[in-house]
């Protein structure tokens, strides 16, 4: 299969890279059982876009969205009462459920998970007997699925994205000491007009030992600021980019440039009309109207926040046809590379775009609307009973 850019208007590109492996044989029975011809190649690469103003263009246009979660039953007695068991992980993010296959749910049942999801932030279920094409139709559920302009798909289904790390050491390589992967805390496609919303990773082939990946709660992050620090940062803009450089039209002696979009630092939920902390340390650029030396001390200790309080993450292992679905919205996430490339790890991934960001001054935290504040909190925001 020829590359090609996403779309038509994308006229300056250039070739992707060509590397491949064998793939995992768990990897090639599910693709093939899918019936993805892998005769002429795998991964698909589109071509590359070369020019930042180019792929500006990509989804320019405000799209009207509709939470799936917020029209779904609050009570979600049609999702849960049709599990055999269901898990909650951790105290404040993650839960499993048994007994139920992704492909099957009912329109109840997926407007109810997506209110779980952004409820518990991350939701997985083992045992998934799963096409890439039913994980796209399950994504399109949810919002427009995005077809990025450069990462590898499978084979005629643009929007379902490749991940496979051992190929991707292939093009950055990788050690004990700078592992591979996704092996850093990232919210996924940060830099987009309207960003990701539920992504759904599917993994067919994952290692024996290793390989966990982990999610931290923004709710939660949100939530262990101090009332006094909220204010600072409340309404605040910050600049988060692309994972991925490219050059300018006008200047192209520059170098590269990343895509960048100026987005609130806290955002509100549309299905739980929760506050959530949204900052990565991998894409969040700056804050807007602060000097560097003052966005880097907020940010930094932000970072910290979010990834260094345990209580407020999950970490969950893998085994073999597992999906993860997870909120971008109110989560970062970080996949260990302990494994070191010892052994295989294959899946694909849908993302579903959500709403422009907003924040809502009058929204609650996730504490306070679940009525769980301790004494100490409801002392600290001035609350009386």
Do not use: C
């Amino acid at each position: 299969m020829a590359p090609a850019p996403i779309l038509d208007s994308i006229v300056d590109t250039i070739d992707p890279r060509n590397e491949t492996l064998p793939l995992p044989e768990p990897a090639r029975q599910r693709l093939a059982k899918a019936g993805i011809d892998l005769s002429k190649g795998y991964p698909y690469r589109p071509s590359v876009p070369l020019y930042l103003q180019e792929v500006y263009k990509i989804r320019s246009e405000e799209r009207l969205y509709e939470d799936a979660g917020a029209r779904a039953d609050k009570s979600k007695k049609n999702l849960l009462s049709a599990a055999t068991k269901v898990t909650d992980l951790t105290t404040h993010i993650g839960t499993e459920i048994e007994g139920l296959q992704l492909k099957d749910l009912t329109p109840k049942q997926r407007d109810e998970l997506a209110l779980l999801i952004a409820e518990r932030s991350v939701v997985f279920f083992r045992n998934q007997d799963l096409t890439p094409q039913q994980q796209k139709e399950l994504g399109e559920w949810f919002s427009e699925v995005e077809v990025h302009p450069q990462t590898p798909q499978v084979p005629g289904i643009p929007g379902v994205t490749v991940i496979w790390p051992d190929l991707f050491t292939l093009e950055r390589p990788a050690d004990f000491r700078r592992p591979g992967g996704a092996s850093n805390w990232h919210s996924d496609l940060v830099h987009e007009r309207q960003p990701a919303g539920i992504t759904h990773l599917h993994n067919d082939t994952v290692p024996p030992t290793g390989g966990d990946t982990l999610w931290a709660s923004g709710y939660s992050a949100y939530e262990k600021l101090s009332p006094e620090f909220r204010k600072i940062i409340d309404g605040k803009y910050a600049v988060y980019r692309s994972a991925h450089p490219y050059l300018d039209r006008e200047n192209p002696s520059a170098g590269p440039k990343y895509i960048e979009r100026t987005l609130p630092l806290v955002r509100v939920h549309l299905a739980t009309g929760w506050k959530a902390l949204w900052v990565n340390r991998s894409m969040t650029v700056r804050i807007v109207g602060l000097d560097k030396a003052e966005s880097d001390v907020i940010l930094n200790h932000l970072y910290d926040v979010y990834e260094k309080n345990v209580d407020i993450q999950v970490r969950f292992k893998w085994t073999p046809g597992t999906s993860a679905l997870w909120d971008n919205r109110i989560t970062i996430h970080n996949a260990s590379w302990d494994y070191g490339g010892r052994h295989p790890r294959h899946g694909t991934r849908v993302t579903s775009l959500a709403e422009v960001p907003y924040y809502d001054p009058n929204a609650p935290t996730r504490r306070q609307a679940l009525g769980l504040l301790d004494d100490q909190e409801k002392s600290d925001l001035g609350v009386t009973e």
